[in-house]
């Protein structure tokens, strides 16, 4: 059934659709959308005949006609090339992105972009005030889209509207740099649920709130303009049973045994798998492997480090610089330790199949996960779902919003070169059997929130809320 003119009663508003548009020659296919929201809303969206999602499809161009594809009734927006530049490129990846982490790299500040973003998000909220029914439950997701929830209030007082952002919210003195703080935080004030990754995010966003607004906020309850909103902490989740199955899944495991042979079949693999992004910290990583080596600490004999960089917002400032520094680095190490024909870093600027970085998983004896911000990291959490003999290592970067959940993780400070050394040395010496109490307990964790879990624990509040 095609989206049409139908009214819906559950509507999801993301800047990706859960698929996006991609051309081979003269043939275009769609592939999911990068990222964990697809698979985390795929149980409540996924063959539901009441919810849409509306969002881009990648292809900057009009809204083309709403379709359907693996049982997701997809309504495109458009975005032009114009507005790809200055509302996606600009003011979500560089003004935004990098304030919301924590300043990495200095945001910009342009009012040109700032334009676009509300002509953009007037659209979003346009289309979803179309698409919904009366009454509708409304969830808008992420960073690209914070007027929304204001605008659409304004234009459907009858819906209920759920916020969640995806990446964490800064401290409020970071925050109170936007030049437009003001008007982001009435957006989201529209909605009658914020939702945020950590505890700590959301008293980050009830702080600002507080300062900017002046309004009352008792708990993580915001009373502002005769409206009431709550902000909570929602960690995401991953589909774990998915992940579980592809491990246990006998194709995926005969390509683990091959991909461990072609890298010479040594006693412990390290991975690392990222958008190629300056907040993951893979160039911290890389500069402790080097150390490592030139240390005698670890040894080319017995240690591989694969990492895995899948291409992101290349155009935006910032990520070709962090591109030509890490493989400055992967040829620096391989230059200086591999071996012929036995590179000790396999680096591929590629993004993979779930499959093969399942397969990877398997046989990853350590698992690098260095972020210097980001809001959850679902990449360590699937990790630890594809380890069903409960063995392996997940060096885990405190400022992740993963490491709030996964305690028994190796917890480090990526600024701290010397202590994640520490961790990955002693990491690798260490036996399957030791590393067992921890991975249980973190599998306890990831079983028991999942991400069917986390959106009905959010829906189920938003649908509570007064
Ligand atoms: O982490 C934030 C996020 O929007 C994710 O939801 C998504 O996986 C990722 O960034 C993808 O980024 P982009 O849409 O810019 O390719």
């Given at each position: 059934m095609a989206a049409g003119k139908q009214k819906w009663s559950f509507v999801v508003a993301a800047n990706r659709l859960p698929v996006r548009r991609v051309w081979e020659g003269d043939t275009a296919q769609w592939v999911p959308s990068p990222g964990g929201l697809v698979s985390a809303l795929r149980p409540v969206m996924s063959g539901n005949p009441d919810a849409v999602w509306a969002g881009w499809?990648?292809?900057?161009?009009p809204g083309t006609e709403p379709f359907e594809v693996d049982g997701f009734q997809c309504h495109p927006v458009g975005v032009s090339q114009g507005e790809l530049q200055?509302?996606?490129?600009?003011?979500?990846?560089?003004?935004?992105w990098p304030l919301f982490h924590d300043a990495l790299v200095p945001p910009e500040y342009h009012r040109t972009w700032w334009d676009a973003y509300r002509t953009v998000n007037q659209r979003y909220a346009a289309t979803v005030a179309d698409l919904a029914a009366p009454g509708a439950t409304v969830w808008i997701h992420d960073y690209?889209?914070?007027?929304v929830p204001g605008l659409l209030r304004a234009a459907r007082p009858d819906l209920r509207i759920g916020f969640f952002l995806h990446i964490p919210f800064p401290a409020r003195e970071l925050y109170?740099?936007?030049?437009w703080r003001a008007e982001i935080i009435d957006g989201l004030l529209g909605a009658d649920l914020i939702g945020l990754q950590t505890p700590l995010g959301a008293d980050n966003f009830c702080r600002a709130v507080n300062r900017i607004t002046g309004a009352k906020t008792t708990g993580r309850v915001i009373q502002h303009n005769g409206r009431t909103s709550q902000a909570g902490a929602f960690p995401i989740g991953i589909d774990t049973d998915r992940i579980a199955g592809l491990a246990a899944d006998p194709a995926v495991q005969a390509r683990a045994a091959e991909i461990h042979e072609t890298l010479g079949s040594p006693r412990t693999v390290l991975l690392g798998v990222d958008r190629l992004d300056y907040t993951k910290g893979i160039e911290v990583r890389l500069r402790a492997f080097r150390e490592l080596l030139a240390e005698g600490r670890l040894s080319v004999d017995d240690c591989v480090l694969v990492q895995i960089a899948e291409p992101s917002r290349s155009q935006v400032t910032g990520y070709a610089e962090v591109r030509r520094e890490v493989e400055q680095m992967v040829g620096d190490v391989n230059g200086n330790f591999g071996v012929m024909g036995r590179p000790v870093v396999h680096y591929l600027h590629q993004s993979q199949p779930i499959e093969e970085l399942v397969a990877m998983y398997l046989i990853a004896d350590i698992m690098l996960v260095t972020p210097?911000?980001?809001?959850?990291?679902l990449v360590a959490k699937e990790y630890v779902a594809s380890r069903p003999d409960n063995t392996g290592v997940l060096v885990l970067s405190?400022?992740?919003?993963?490491a709030q959940e996964l305690r028994t993780a190796e917890l480090i400070n990526p600024h701290d070169i010397e202590s994640l050394k520490t961790a990955m040395e002693a990491a690798a010496h260490r036996t399957g059997a030791d590393t067992v109490p921890a991975m249980r307990a973190m599998r306890r964790v990831v079983r028991s929130n999942t991400a069917q879990r986390w959106a009905e624990r959010f829906l189920a509040r938003l649908e509570a809320c007064e």
């Open positions: 499809t990648g292809v900057p161009g200055l509302f996606y490129e600009g003011f979500s990846n560089a003004t935004l690209h889209l914070l007027l109170i740099r936007l030049p210097l911000r980001d809001g959850m990291n405190e400022f992740t919003g993963a």
